[in-house]
């Protein structure tokens, strides 16, 4: 620690601070332009603005780059500095335009701040011949202004350092520098991934949102809440004009460091779309009519009390929604077990995390994340695997990004070539399917050569000896032939995991979506316990969770066997504690999971089906399958904010309001449970989805008298042990990550740090087996999917973003220039994908990011979208679907 005085106030900071950083520790405001805490402080200085004075220097100094030292007498509003900002003020302003009145800008602009604190009203030093610039209107979200541009520096220096995307720079010298894509091509022409971080931290009007709403910064209210979009749960503020969304500004929460990718930055305007819902739609005569809620929910509770009553409470499933909130999905599930009497409630995680559910707790006891986003800074090494992180997840794949720039080396294996792929260290190129082959070789190499963790496997774990006789025979070569891979390639990569004292394992559906997805995720728990890597800081295993709440869903119980916290249903002592809880005598039988839900309605063991917030019709396998068995359905109730692909097959339809409309809470990924504020009323007549289940479950006998979320947030609390401790209090200012069993808990960053959740972390090898379908002469290709950036999961909501939609409005498949070659296809081409299940017709992608035996389709798109084609077998544990191995023929269309 040091002392210095700042303004006669003496202040103790530690060695290496800045004088800025210490003054703003003590209080004590000094003007920035070109600042931002998070980027490196010794490239910063560019605007001068920050200028203080320092007894004994000679000359003004930029605050934000000078360490404090010890003694140091720093004065910030002597004459002499005042006199020195309001020089720069004159100088930013000779080269600034003076239309203040119309800029877009106005109210949210620090110069125009400044120079009314200052008292600056132009400029001696204006050139009347100053050219103008013309605006890059070319990117489908934001525009440049050059002519606005103050060359601060922070768009660059946050695409860089921060995004890590390198889209712009500081191009020429002199008198001519200005910021530039390269070879002052527009920014549609770039590397722009459309984040939209650089237009947050423009301070002044040259880089603008594109908007149809015009509005002045002083006439919106801003409400703080969290992204509706993946799972990375990035905090942002909703800017607000009379009841609608004009913008988002990122929030620095925890979860996402002040950063937001282009759908949390750009893809709000779903919320206030023409197309929401407004109004209940009842089915008559195979058309819908708009009628009362009176009307829609006696309908809806007639059905179930009367399917209840014919067919027994089991003859009824619903299917809950990773994109509620936590309070809803409780109460959800909490319908279906408490009222109607059935355990058979599922949602999407059977589709993605399925696998890892069963996994992870199964090998330590926590089916979850180990570890926190932010924690790939501190990394030595991170392994990412199944997953296309900077598109799915793409504020934790800048942090991956970040990580490797400040050191840590980098391992990808995946089917195709990502983008963090093309930054690695070591890419194994694997063939889909073939995930545990790959961890099996990995730990083959790192026993062979004893570089697994030998006193923590001694003291922290089990089943050591299985492990090390299976992996026996899974020689690099062995594995190489079975991934596709080069086997030096393997071996260099295992040591470079072996050898690493913080490394850290990021996967997501790639390893999950399988038939042996829940073998692949226990294979990626046994190589992170193998060298020592669970319970430990900027290591661990993370499942990258897919959808806003699809964490917080699971949590909350709406898994067929789960009550909320994953208590077993068929456990007596749990049935026994919700019975009493609840009031109500609750079945021991495990429900049905979301496609055997399907299976039941197609052979007609199963007549009602209520969906809140889910589109299976776009994310099930098997599409015909899907939409056969919803059209066997005697009675279909949808809850949704859009008329979805499966809402057209409803008998009632009821309209839910947003995230944006309601109050609540989500969890992301890193298990942190963050709150959901509401910010405009509910559209039409709309209404928040916890009050459309409060009012069916009163109207099923059931008292279910919620004033407001908060307090279902408190009955989830006591009944939940992982959160025990979490109330709307607790987290108004900063979420908390379970478990969180007390009031003063603080929350838990990293799990299992003194012991495994289930006592010992327990190895679980298994054998590599083939996927459940193949490649023959007849469909001779492996077709994989996954996400694209600028889409969100089955596309209802990006679908309403224009600037998204005009992007990538339909479906495409990549393939390998050699086999499109040989199939005579060129890029843009129509081609006929067809599989054992279906046939669609899309448009050819030309890409050597595929190998030549492997194509990729997103699974976003209803029309001639993937899952036509895709198939349903199952793993046999978690019953989650092969959607990421399928048999397909080309030709061209």
């Not at 200085?45 to 140091?72: D, H, I, K, Y």
């Not at 509620?324 to 909490?334: H, I, S």
């Not at 913080?502 to 294979?523: D, E, K, L």
Request: proline share 5%.
């Amino acid at each position: 620690m040091i002392k210095l005085t700042i303004d006669n106030q003496v202040i103790e900071v530690e060695k290496g601070t800045t004088v800025l950083e210490a003054a703003r520790q003590a209080g004590i405001e000094i003007p920035t332009l070109c600042h931002d805490p998070r980027l490196e402080s010794s490239l910063g200085g560019a605007c001068r603005m920050c200028l203080v004075e320092v007894q004994g220097a000679r000359t003004l100094s930029p605050s934000c780059t000078m360490p404090a030292t010890e003694g140091m007498v720093v004065s910030t509003r002597s004459e002499r500095v005042v006199q020195g900002r309001k020089v720069v003020l004159d100088l930013i302003w000779s080269r600034h335009p003076h239309d203040c009145l119309t800029c877009s800008a106005a109210g949210n602009c620090k110069l125009q701040d400044y120079s009314f604190e200052y008292g600056v009203k132009g400029s001696r030093f204006e050139n009347p011949e100053e050219p103008e610039f013309p605006l890059d209107h070319s990117n489908k979200f934001y525009y440049y202004d050059r002519n606005k541009c103050i060359l601060c520096g922070k768009c660059v220096r946050v695409c860089n350092e921060l995004q890590q995307t390198h889209a712009i720079g500081m191009s020429e010298r002199g008198f001519d520098t200005h910021v530039s894509p390269p070879f002052e091509d527009p920014l549609a022409q770039s590397k722009c991934v459309s984040c939209g971080n650089c237009v947050s931290v423009c301070p002044v009007g040259a880089l603008v949102p594109r908007r149809t709403d015009r509005f002045r910064y002083w006439e919106v209210r801003k409400v703080r809440t969290t992204c509706s979009f993946c799972g990375v749960g990035c905090q942002m503020e909703l800017l607000i004009k009379g009841d609608k969304i004009v913008e988002v500004a990122p929030y620095a929460g925890e979860s996402n460091n002040n950063m937001l990718c282009v759908k949390g930055k750009f893809g709000y305007k779903f919320v206030n779309h023409e197309d929401r819902l407004k109004t209940p739609l009842i089915k008559r005569n195979g058309t819908f009519e708009e009628a009362t809620w009176e009307e829609a929910l006696d309908l809806v509770v007639d059905k179930l009390k009367k399917t209840k009553e014919e067919y027994g409470p089991d003859a009824v499933a619903g299917f809950s929604s990773a994109r509620c909130t936590n309070e809803e999905n409780y109460l959800f599930q909490k319908l279906l077990r408490a009222v109607v009497g059935t355990n058979n409630v599922d949602h999407c995680a059977r589709l993605c995390h399925a696998s890892t559910v069963a996994g992870l707790a199964t090998t330590l006891g926590s089916g979850a994340m180990t570890n926190s986003n932010l924690e790939a800074l501190k990394s030595d090494l991170i392994l990412v695997s199944g997953s296309n992180t900077t598109e799915s997840h793409p504020v934790i794949g800048a942090h991956i990004q970040q990580a490797k720039e400040k050191g840590a080396k980098l391992i990808v294996a995946e089917p195709r070539e990502i983008e963090l792929a093309k930054e690695a260290d070591i890419f194994l190129q694997i063939k889909p399917g073939t995930n545990v082959a790959f961890f099996n070789g990995m730990m083959h190499v790192i026993i062979k050569e004893g570089l697994q963790d030998k006193e923590y496997i001694a003291a922290r774990t089990e089943n050591y000896e299985e492990l090390e006789k299976i992996m026996e025979a899974y020689t690099p070569a062995k594995v190489a032939e079975i991934c596709g891979i080069n086997e030096d390639d393997l071996v260099k990569a295992a040591r470079m995991y072996g050898e690493a004292d913080r490394a850290a394992i990021y996967y997501s559906m790639g390893v999950t979506q399988h038939s042996t997805g829940t073998q692949g995720v226990m294979s990626v728990s046994n190589l992170a316990l193998l060298c020592g890597n669970i319970g430990k800081e900027g290591a661990g295993v993370n499942p990258l969770r897919g959808q806003n709440n699809v964490q917080g869903a699971c949590d909350m119980g709406a898994l067929p066997g789960d009550y909320p916290g994953y208590q077993k249903v068929f456990d007596p002592k749990a049935q026994e504690k919700f019975e009493k809880a609840w009031g109500a005598k609750l079945s021991d039988k495990a429900g049905l999971t979301l496609t055997e839900v399907l299976n039941g309605l197609d052979d007609g063991s199963l007549k009602m089906l209520y969906v809140m917030g889910e589109n299976p019709v776009v994310s099930d396998p098997d599409t015909k399958h899907v939409e056969e068995a919803l059209r066997k359905a005697d009675f279909i109730v949808v809850q949704d904010i859009f008329m979805s692909e499966t809402a057209e097959f409803a008998d009632v339809v009821l309209p839910a309001a947003s995230f944006a409309e309601k109050d609540g809470t989500f969890t992301n990924t890193e298990r942190r449970v963050q709150r959901v504020r509401k910010a405009i009323e509910p559209i039409g007549s709309s209404k928040p989805d916890w009050m459309i289940l409060s009012d069916i479950m009163n109207r099923m006998g059931y008292e279910a008298n919620y004033k407001n979320p908060g307090e279902i947030m408190d009955e989830i609390a006591s009944v939940t042990p992982q959160y025990g401790g979490i109330s709307f209090d607790r987290i108004e200012e900063e979420g908390l990550q379970w478990p969180c069993p007390t009031k003063d808990h603080p929350g838990t960053k990293v799990l299992h740090t003194e012991s495994m959740s289930r006592g010992k972390g327990l190895f679980k090898p298994a054998d590599y087996i083939e996927s459940a379908e193949t490649t023959d002469k007849d469909y001779p290709y492996i077709m994989t999917t996954g996400r694209i950036l600028y889409h969100y999961h089955t596309r209802t909501m990006t679908k309403r973003v224009k600037g998204i939609d005009i992007m990538f409005p339909e479906s495409y498949i990549e393939i390998n220039p050699v086999t499109a070659s040989r199939l005579e296809l060129k890029d843009g081409d129509k081609v006929k994908v067809g599989s054992r299940r279906g046939e669609i017709v899309t448009t050819a992608k030309v890409t050597d990011k595929v190998d030549e035996d492997v194509v990729f389709m997103p699974f976003h798109f209803y029309e001639n979208g993937a899952n036509t084609l895709t198939q349903a077998a199952l793993d046999p544990i978690a019953k989650i679907p092969e959607l990421k191995v399928s048999a397909v023929r080309l030709e061209k269309a």
